[in-house]
């Protein structure tokens, strides 16, 4: 399984080089490589996730049961180039964890179009891309999910984004995404905390939540 997860890396890494190769990393991101989306106009930033690390998150998910215990429906929001995508198909497959599915979506064709050349080449199913902005997802979009993945990017107007996007997950729904002081509706009634997996080993703190059935009061 890390073989197939090291060909995984190596493929997002050739990948990134190719795409950004003319690109200087955004000096005032708190990432060591960020870079600019070179193909759409919003301020959408690449930041590299390791395809390793998604392994162990993963790893540890299923060993403390905390993945969905009926088929398991994900969605990665911004795939980028599909590191996290890819990785927990492979991942779910190769294990044969219960029966999955997992849909990426970016608003980037060009990431998305690499992310496709990588699933093919690493002979990667299960995995669904979609070409959509993913903050124009609709309650009924959700439904279709109890797993969904975001890398929470620290791009400006992200908080203000996602409180406007997290309360339409549906309710049950399992929630992972780095840990993000500013989002205050993941303080809310509409979110509970469920675990906080392997803070020990990474400086990027990841935070796994579970939508409650509560609902914002409108006024």
Do not use: W
């Amino acid at each position: 399984m890390t073989e197939r997860i090291g060909h995984i890396a190596d493929a997002v890494r050739a990948s990134e080089m190719n795409i950004f190769a003319k690109q200087q990393p955004i000096s005032n991101s708190p990432f060591k490589s960020a870079y600019q989306v070179p193909d759409v106009k919003s301020p959408a930033i690449y930041i590299p996730t390791d395809v390793r690390r998604t392994y162990d998150l993963l790893d540890y998910l299923d060993s403390t049961d905390n993945l969905p215990k009926e088929e398991i429906k994900a969605a990665d929001l911004g795939i980028g180039l599909g590191a996290f995508a890819l990785s927990f198909a492979a991942y779910s497959a190769q294990l044969k964890l219960r029966r999955f599915s997992i849909t990426g979506y970016e608003i980037s064709p060009l990431l998305l179009a690499g992310a496709g050349r990588i699933a093919e080449e690493q002979n990667v199913r299960k995995v669904r891309f979609i070409q959509k902005d993913f903050t124009e997802l609709v309650r009924e979009d959700f439904k279709k999910f109890n797993f969904i993945y975001i890398f929470c990017p620290f791009i400006e107007g992200f908080v203000d984004i996602m409180d406007n996007v997290y309360p339409r997950i549906d309710p049950g729904t399992l929630l992972l995404t780095r840990y993000c002081p500013d989002q205050s509706v993941l303080r809310s009634p509409l979110f509970r905390l469920v675990d906080n997996p392997l803070e020990e080993f990474y400086g990027d703190v990841y935070y796994l939540y579970r939508r409650t059935g509560k609902e914002l009061l409108l006024h």
